[in-house]
């Protein structure tokens, strides 16, 4: 499923705040980092259907929007419960930054606590 259809999927079916889970994984970031000024701690929430483990909804806690709309633009449409190393290439392929460790960190974290979730 493409990120429009997603989208247009999520916009269009019901769906109870139930039949998706919340989760945030954090990282510390560089002080050379921009983010560093406004917190010390880098932040992707993930909101993921219960049902198909696909992320529907990112947000995080990345300074510039440029950076918070591409990180949700790669995330969106992930099937969360799959290896993530593909996304964590992307990143080192494309994301420039002395953040970006810490963007990489940030979701492994919550793949973590998503797989320990999942295994509970």
């Known amino acids: 499923m493409t990120t429009s259809q ?8 019901p769906m ?16 050379t980092s ?8 880098l932040t992707v929430s993930l909101r993921i259907d219960r049902e198909t ?12 929007g440029m950076v918070r709309d591409w ?14 190393g593909p996304v964590l290439a992307e990143i080192d392929a494309h994301y420039l930054s002395n953040a970006a460790g810490s963007l990489k960190q940030a ?9 320990a979730y999942r295994s509970s």
């Open 34 to 41: 921009a983010v560093h000024g406004a917190s010390e701690f």
């Open 107 to 115: 979701i492994s974290d919550a793949w973590r606590r998503y797989a």
């Open 16 to 31: 109870g705040a139930r039949a998706s889970l919340i989760v945030v994984g954090y990282a510390k970031v560089p002080r």
């Open 6 to 13: 997603l989208t247009e999927w999520w916009h269009t079916t």
């Open 53 to 64: 483990g696909a992320i529907i909804e990112v947000d995080s806690t990345a300074v510039a």
């Open 71 to 84: 990180v949700s633009e790669l995330l969106v449409g992930v099937d969360f419960a799959d290896d993530i």
